[in-house]
């Protein structure tokens, strides 16, 4: 195997990571923000119940969003001879 398909097969492994990593952190961002508008019906001011969970499920959507953001985006593309 040559180091150019080395490369690319390095790289579509690499845009699957990133992918889930975004699909994961975009389902832990919904269900924060489905638990912070079912505890807002409650007033501003009012003690939330479930408030450690909110700050819980936020903790977990950013550590992927992080991830996300750090995993590079490898455009598959014409490799260069050399």
Known sequence: MTDAEQLRQDGHLIEKW???WMLL???????FGYRFLLDDDRGRFAPVGGGRALVGILALAVI???????????????????
């Open 64 to 82: 992927p969003t992080i991830i996300t953001a750090a995993t590079p985006r490898v455009r598959p593309g014409p490799v260069p001879p050399g």
């Open 25 to 31: 952190s975009l389902a832990l961002w919904a269900w």
């Open 18 to 20: 990133a992918v889930g």
